[in-house]
């Protein structure tokens, strides 16, 4: 498991023995720049990967699709799967409650949006849970407190896991007292760039998850983060890339 640092903008890289998943693009900018092309192709490459099994853009957010393209561009990408498929990648599959598979002793669920795809914007956002032997990982996109009350009502069994990716980079819109105690989390991992505009994450919502329990982790201050949850029934704790540099 790796979450990359790409600033204010989220990117998770999910390597099993054969796949490799990519759940979210960066940010882009007006400037033409991209991390998918500064961060995410380089990280792939390095660890010898040249094509992506499957793409989760959790939704169209600039922060978290706007790498989209160039990563295609870049290596071959074998299918999409969206929380609002339409926009920016309209070749894309709608990710649905519901759709599950299995990679070499990894499953994984979506667990948000529904059939009826009433949400937008971040509320549309897709949300895997990732599980095998050692433990498991819930990936929130951008969803707020709507959202959070709906998977309360609707998988609360599915929310308890071990490491979460705070929603919305830490803002105070979500991680609510109710869903950061489902989740019952020991690590909870904030993807926020350095002094950014929004004060990600939110003081309140850092403390909030604290009291719970859980260790807290800031891409911010730690660089990239990255963890192994082996076959045999352990994982690690994060290791930032400014640490193990």
Do not use: K
């Not at 959070?148 to 998988?155: D, G, K, M």
Request: charged share 20%; net charge negative.
């Amino acid at each position: 498991f790796h979450l990359l640092d790409v600033g204010q903008g989220l990117t998770v890289v999910i390597e099993t023995h054969r796949h490799v998943l990519v759940f979210d693009t960066g940010p882009a900018y007006p400037s033409g720049f991209s991390t998918a092309g500064a961060v995410i192709v380089p990280f792939l490459r390095q660890l010898g990967h040249q094509r992506i099994d499957r793409l989760i853009v959790s939704h169209s957010d600039i922060d978290h699709a706007g790498g989209t393209a160039e990563l295609q561009q870049a290596l071959p990408v074998a299918e999409i799967l969206s929380g609002e498929p339409n926009d920016p990648e309209p070749w894309a599959r709608p990710c649905t409650a519901g759709m599950d598979w299995n990679w070499d002793g990894v499953r994984f669920r979506i667990l948000h949006p529904p059939t009826d795809r009433a949400y937008r914007g971040n509320n549309a956002s897709c949300v895997l849970r990732i599980d095998n032997a050692a433990g498991s990982v819930l990936l929130t996109g951008d969803i707020e407190a709507t959202v959070e009350l709906r998977l309360l009502a609707s998988v609360p069994g599915s929310l308890d896991v071990d490491v979460v990716v705070a929603s919305h980079h830490g803002s105070s819109s979500s991680s609510t007292a109710r869903f950061v105690d489902a989740t019952d989390a020991d690590h909870v991992l904030f993807a926020a760039g350095w002094a950014n505009r929004y004060g990600f994450p939110d003081p309140e919502v850092v403390a909030r998850w604290t009291r719970s329990g859980a260790q807290t982790w800031n891409t911010a201050h730690w660089g990239s983060l990255s963890m192994r949850f082996e076959a045999e029934g352990s994982y690690s704790e994060p290791v930032g890339y400014r640490q193990a540099s």
